[in-house]
């Protein structure tokens, strides 16, 4: 802006340019995010097509334009949807609890504690994120089935409570290294004990951190599938990802009108959620070193 | 940061930050475990769990037969488990290998013989009193049977077939074949008329080698079979280099859509079929699909046998035990298990509430009584099942263990040959090999 008092005819043009470009670019990342967005788009329209229809005229405009599968959804399964929404919300909410209890301690203490073995438990941490679920499975529900905590939320929200989640250990563990050393020691001057220090100190300061813990752990948990199904049996514990399956089945008719529809209203938390905390998300990531 | 050393003081407030954060834990668990459901067995009322795979509409069947059951019989009490096939037999299979599998399962063919065998399952002929199976179909009767034990009963019958839209046949000129006569030549040429006459926008037929139960009955027709007795296979490679062959044949004369375009239509299941499409005028489906397939078509879609029944040295078709009701080993009340498997299998009450949907039903006397009461679709099918009753030879062995990967070889075989990475010969001789190395290679 301020070269257009200087030269007004050649900035003129080297704008005109510069707008052609941005133009460009504008239209190419605008198709590319339509492109990805495709995939959503249909399924939105679909939610609003009969079932018959949905695979004979897959195209983005329904010819026949009707809100039914929505209201019909609702009520299709065995208990009305907001009963799987509520289950979810329950093992959501443990889970998001128990993440950033459990790991923001368990990375206090591999960032800040020295102990005997240190290097090796975190080696054996990291190992456990690339551990396959389906490797740990049967002896996870065989130990849980010992407890009897099978067909219970306990499953999927007391083991986060002990710090199984790796990588979001690791997560905090990156942010808290990058905290000054300084702050703590000013702390054990003024009398702090690490309890302390933790709460007062690394704690506040580890908001981004804490808060992208509880966005991933909000997002991966609502459309965690495979562990929902081993662990909850019965349909009245069923979370949102189990009782959408229980529309499919491919050796048989899927009503996928409804299915949609109640997809389209899965989304909408992992939505709301993801917009809410988007800015902390961006800052989480930006300043743990995971870029 | 106004804490003081050692003046006692942070110590009271450091308990007041973890106070509440444990009561949160312990009162989330406490919430937690209050929701969980009770399986202990009080005032004599047995709880039996029961597990099934299906669609919405197959769930609210069986709760409202639960319904019934429990009305009928206060000292039982059904907690239904349900999901679709694949989440099914994940599930299936970690809740066996630690010991609380559900009470009542649904068995399929292919697995059978995996539980069995492994003594997760209980014979249920030692329930003689409970559990009446005079009644059942005899051409599914011993379907379930391993080595003398009955590990599973047969709920319904089904068979292979060719679905036809006749009025697909109608716009392209081309006249319904007479289905207890016509020949795999016969089949090959009138899919390359449709498929001229549809000028691209409809072909003749869906590829057919990527369900092994059509080459079931192509290997029957020559006298042999998928897996023989002992669970080894039971056909030569000549037959099943024939068998792909008929497929190249199709991809060359343009019967059926090209590879690429039958991978799509495969993965899609009944709904995207050519037939519900509107762009095909034939497909292999199970009779127990007809309903649905008639109903997303929109058309009224006919049944037909498959070709070559007249004219290999005998007829190949024949009745699936559509599913099989099994009872764990691990179940502490197998007894009551198996009477309501009883239920299931031998009254009017719950037949009238599953209809054809667990297969027509296996009790022949049940079968009659629910006849008319059936949705049109399924009630052609029932009439084309008992047309061809009178045809079939005899029932097929069950399937060796690992049988259920036989599924992804097929199709994976059959994209190698679709592609032209595979003669028909080669393809059959790696099914072959792979099929063996899937089942233990007896």
């Given at each position: 802006?301020?070269?257009?008092?200087?030269?007004?005819?050649?900035?003129?043009?080297?704008?005109?340019?510069?707008?052609?470009?941005?133009?460009?670019?504008?239209?190419?990342?605008?198709?590319?995010?339509?492109?990805?967005?495709?995939?959503?788009?249909?399924?939105?329209?679909?939610?609003?097509?009969?079932?018959?229809?949905?695979?004979?005229?897959?195209?983005?405009?329904?010819?026949?334009?009707?809100?039914?599968?929505?209201?019909?959804?609702?009520?299709?399964?065995?208990?009305?949807?907001?009963?799987?929404?509520?289950?979810?919300?329950?093992?959501?909410?443990?889970?998001?609890?128990?993440?950033?209890?459990?790991?923001?301690?368990?990375?206090?203490?591999?960032?800040?504690?020295?102990?005997?073995?240190?290097?090796?438990?975190?080696?054996?941490?990291?190992?456990?994120?690339?551990?396959?679920?389906?490797?740990?499975?049967?002896?996870?529900?065989?130990?849980?089935?010992?407890?009897?905590?099978?067909?219970?939320?306990?499953?999927?929200?007391?083991?986060?409570?002990?710090?199984?989640?790796?990588?979001?250990?690791?997560?905090?563990?990156?942010?808290?290294?990058?905290?000054?050393?300084?702050?703590?020691?000013?702390?054990?001057?003024?009398?702090?004990?690490?309890?302390?220090?933790?709460?007062?100190?690394?704690?506040?300061?580890?908001?981004?951190?804490?808060?992208?813990?509880?966005?991933?752990?909000?997002?991966?948990?609502?459309?965690?599938?495979?562990?929902?199904?081993?662990?909850?049996?019965?349909?009245?514990?069923?979370?949102?990802?189990?009782?959408?399956?229980?529309?499919?089945?491919?050796?048989?008719?899927?009503?996928?009108?409804?299915?949609?529809?109640?997809?389209?209203?899965?989304?909408?938390?992992?939505?709301?959620?993801?917009?809410?905390?988007?800015?902390?998300?961006?800052?989480?990531?930006?300043?743990?070193?995971?870029? | 940061?106004?804490?003081?050393?050692?003046?006692?003081?942070?110590?009271?407030?450091?308990?007041?930050?973890?106070?509440?954060?444990?009561?949160?834990?312990?009162?989330?668990?406490?919430?937690?475990?209050?929701?969980?459901?009770?399986?202990?067995?009080?005032?004599?009322?047995?709880?039996?769990?029961?597990?099934?795979?299906?669609?919405?509409?197959?769930?609210?069947?069986?709760?409202?037969?639960?319904?019934?059951?429990?009305?009928?019989?206060?000292?039982?009490?059904?907690?239904?488990?349900?999901?679709?096939?694949?989440?099914?037999?994940?599930?299936?299979?970690?809740?066996?290998?630690?010991?609380?599998?559900?009470?009542?399962?649904?068995?399929?063919?292919?697995?059978?013989?995996?539980?069995?065998?492994?003594?997760?399952?209980?014979?249920?002929?030692?329930?003689?009193?409970?559990?009446?199976?005079?009644?059942?179909?005899?051409l599914?009767?011993?379907?379930?049977?391993?080595?003398?034990?009955?590990?599973?009963?047969?709920?319904?019958v089904n068979a292979y077939a060719i679905l036809a839209?006749?009025?697909?046949?109608?716009?392209?000129?081309?006249e319904m074949p007479d289905d207890e006569t016509w020949t795999w030549d016969d089949y090959v040429e009138i899919s390359?008329?449709?498929?001229?006459?549809?000028?691209?926008?409809?072909?003749g037929t869906?590829?057919m080698s990527?369900n092994e139960s059509g080459f079931q009955i192509f290997a029957r027709q020559h006298g042999e079979n998928l897996?023989?007795?002992?669970?080894?296979?039971g056909f030569?490679?000549?037959t099943m280099?024939e068998w792909?062959g008929i497929t190249?044949?199709l991809?060359?004369?343009?019967?059926?859509?090209?590879?690429?375009?039958?991978?799509?239509?495969?993965?899609?299941?009944?709904?995207?079929?050519?037939?519900?499409?509107?762009?095909?005028a034939m497909a292999h489906f199970w009779t127990?699909?007809l309903?649905?397939?008639?109903?997303?078509?929109?058309?009224?879609?006919e049944l037909l046998r498959y070709p070559g029944e007249s004219e290999g040295e005998r007829t190949g078709m024949y009745f699936k035990?559509?599913?099989?009701?099994?009872?764990?080993?691990?179940?502490?009340?197998?007894?009551?298990?198996?009477?309501?498997?009883?239920?299931?299998?031998?009254?009017?009450?719950?037949?009238?509430?599953?209809?054809?949907?667990?297969?027509?039903?296996?009790?022949?006397?049940?079968?009659?009584?629910?006849?008319?009461?059936?949705?049109?679709?399924?009630?052609r099918s029932?009439v084309f099942l008992s047309d061809i009753e009178g045809t079939i030879v005899d029932g097929n062995?069950?399937?060796?263990?690992?049988?259920?990967?036989?599924?992804?070889?097929?199709?994976?075989?059959?994209?190698?040959?679709?592609?032209?990475?595979?003669?028909?010969?080669?393809?059959?001789?790696?099914?072959?090999?792979?099929?063996?190395?899937?089942?233990?290679?007896?």
């Open positions: 802006m301020a070269t257009e008092t200087t030269a007004p005819a050649t900035s003129s043009r080297r704008l005109g340019a510069k707008r052609t470009r941005r133009l460009l670019i504008h239209i190419g990342l605008i198709g590319f995010g339509l492109l990805m967005l495709y995939p959503l788009l249909w399924m939105l329209s679909s939610s609003f097509k009969p079932t018959a229809e949905i695979f004979r005229a897959p195209g983005l405009i329904p010819d026949t334009f009707t809100p039914g599968n929505y209201t019909e959804g609702w009520t299709a399964l065995q208990f009305p949807f907001h009963h799987y929404m509520l289950n979810s919300a329950i093992v959501v909410a443990g889970s998001i609890i128990g993440n950033l209890v459990g790991c923001s301690m368990a990375a206090y203490a591999f960032a800040r504690l020295e102990f005997r073995g240190k290097r090796l438990f975190f080696a054996v941490m990291l190992a456990t994120i690339m551990l396959p679920i389906h490797v740990v499975i049967v002896p996870q529900y065989i130990l849980f089935a010992e407890l009897g905590w099978i067909n219970t939320f306990l499953p999927l929200i007391v083991p986060k409570l002990l710090a199984t989640d790796g990588f979001f250990i690791f997560l905090m563990v990156q942010f808290i290294r990058g905290l000054p050393k300084d702050l703590d020691e000013a702390a054990r001057i003024d009398g702090c004990g690490h309890v302390r220090i933790f709460f007062q100190i690394i704690m506040p300061l580890s908001l981004p951190a804490l808060a992208t813990t509880a966005i991933f752990t909000f997002i991966w948990t609502w459309n965690d599938f495979f562990s929902q199904l081993i662990f909850l049996t019965s349909p009245d514990m069923y979370t949102v990802p189990v009782a959408l399956r229980t529309f499919v089945d491919s050796s048989s008719q899927t009503s996928w009108g409804p299915l949609f529809a109640m997809s389209v209203v899965a989304l909408g938390p992992v939505f709301g959620f993801f917009l809410a905390g988007q800015r902390y998300l961006v800052k989480g990531i930006a300043t743990t070193g995971i870029k | 940061m106004h804490a003081h050393p050692g003046d006692g003081h942070p110590r009271a407030r450091r308990r007041s930050t973890l106070l509440p954060l444990a009561a949160t834990a312990t009162a989330l668990v406490m919430a937690v475990t209050a929701c969980g459901g009770d399986s202990g067995a009080e005032d004599g009322v047995v709880e039996l769990r029961f597990s099934w795979w299906g669609a919405d509409d197959r769930h609210s069947r069986m709760q409202q037969v639960i319904d019934v059951f429990e009305a009928e019989n206060p000292d039982i009490q059904i907690v239904g488990d349900y999901t679709d096939w694949g989440s099914y037999w994940d599930r299936l299979a970690t809740s066996t290998a630690a010991n609380d599998a559900p009470d009542i399962l649904m068995q399929e063919e292919r697995y059978l013989r995996e539980y069995g065998d492994r003594g997760a399952l209980v014979d249920l002929s030692e329930f003689g009193d409970t559990l009446d199976l005079s009644k059942i179909d005899p599914v009767a011993e379907s379930g049977d391993l080595d003398g034990q009955t590990f599973g009963v047969a709920s319904g839209d006749p009025q697909a046949f109608e716009d392209a000129g081309v390359e008329q449709i498929s001229e006459a549809g000028g691209g926008e409809v072909v869906q590829s990527y897996y023989a007795e002992d669970g080894s296979l030569s490679q000549e280099a792909f190249e044949q991809l060359e004369n343009g019967g059926q859509p090209g590879a690429a375009e039958s991978v799509e239509i495969e993965g899609g299941g009944p709904d995207q079929s050519v037939l519900s499409t509107n762009q095909g127990n699909q309903g649905g397939i008639s109903e997303s078509s929109g058309r009224e879609i035990p559509a599913m099989f009701y099994s009872v764990a080993a691990s179940s502490e009340h197998p007894e009551e298990a198996a009477r309501f498997v009883d239920f299931m299998l031998n009254t009017n009450a719950a037949a009238e509430l599953t209809l054809a949907d667990l297969g027509l039903p296996a009790n022949v006397d049940v079968r009659a009584h629910i006849l008319n009461s059936l949705p049109e679709a399924d009630a029932a062995p069950p399937p060796p263990i690992g049988a259920g990967q036989v599924v992804e070889i097929t199709k994976r075989v059959t994209d190698d040959m679709a592609f032209g990475n595979l003669t028909p010969e080669e393809a059959a001789e790696q099914f072959m090999s792979e099929v063996e190395a899937a089942t233990g290679g007896s």
